[in-house]
């Protein structure tokens, strides 16, 4: 296992639909267990393949509170119903140190794959529906600079820019 460097908005991966998972492979397994790691080192509450520059329609989420974990994988998620809405305070590793307002469907079912290939489906609700979602966008090529309007937007890339040089990040 591997901690990976987390990508930065604007980068290009982020802005893109990911490819769709084929192989359940070794190397797949090995994605996986490096983002869970990367994910709790951040830390955070979940990762997409395209934070950490792969191009594969994979996400984990871990939203167990204290020092238990309840890590949950998804390969080539859909959302297949939703319900209710709720606006979340949202935080992203590919947008460090800012929070965005965002309205989010209170209640999903996803279907998705396992690690393994097997199709699955759950319901999620409140935090872990919302970091579905919020995952889910980001294989969408969808960012919560998206969610925003356009001077928030500039503000948010400005801001970047200023994290990025304090952090010493290359473009």
Known sequence: MAIR?????????????????????DALKTLVEDMAETMYAAPGVGLAANQINVDARVFVI???????????????????????????????????EMLVNVQRSQKVKVRAQRVDGELFELEAEGLFAVAVQHELDHLNGVSLAD??????????????????KKRHIEE
């Open 147 to 164: 969610k925003v309007g356009y001077l928030r937007k500039k503000m948010m890339l400005k801001d970047l820019q200023k994290i990025k």
């Open 5 to 25: 460097e987390i990508v930065i908005y604007p980068a290009d991966i982020l802005k893109r639909p990911c490819q769709k998972v084929e192989n359940f492979d």
């Open 62 to 96: 871990d939203v167990a509170e204290g020092d238990e974990c309840e890590l949950h994988v998804f390969v080539n998620p859909e959302i297949v119903a939703r319900e209710g809405e709720i606006e979340w305070e949202e935080g992203c590793l590919s947008f460090p």
